[in-house]
Nanobody, 115 residues
Framework: QVQLVESGGGLVQAGGSLRLSCAAS????????MGWYRQAPGKQRELVAV???????NYADSVKGRFTLSRDNAKNTVYLQMNSLKPEDTAVYYC?????????WGQGTQVTVSS
């Protein structure tokens, strides 16, 4: 049973920073893709950033240059450093893992950016 445990959400003023973490546990293949999606009220869930086990990243255009995704393969953990946050970044952020074709989701963590 694979579990994703997220941490690091909260309330921050515009221009501030937050760091999200997501730790995967259970039977996980070493080659996988992990990352973050977000869903704002009334909107569809959207990609924020993903990273392969080899370190290749893909970012949404809206966060390029502000967010940095990294991972520690030994800990099966990814970190999303979010800088220069904007009110439009407010959403529930969900950790995502794709492992041998199976997709897993975390429970979500709220990020609120006040103006």
């Amino acid at each position: 049973q694979v579990q994703l445990v997220e941490s690091g959400g909260g309330l921050v003023q515009a221009g501030g920073s937050l760091r999200l973490s997501c730790a995967a546990s259970g039977s996980i293949f070493s080659i996988n893709i992990m990352g973050w999606y977000r869903q704002a009220p009334g909107k569809q869930r959207e990609l924020v950033a993903v990273i392969t086990s080899s370190g290749r990243t893909n970012y949404a255009d809206s966060v390029k240059g502000r967010f940095t995704l990294s991972r520690d393969n030994a800990k099966n953990t990814v970190y999303l450093q979010m800088n220069s946050l904007k009110p439009e970044d407010t959403a529930v952020y969900y950790c995502n893992l794709i492992d041998v074709g199976v997709e897993y989701w975390g429970q979500g963590t709220q990020v609120t950016v006040s103006s």
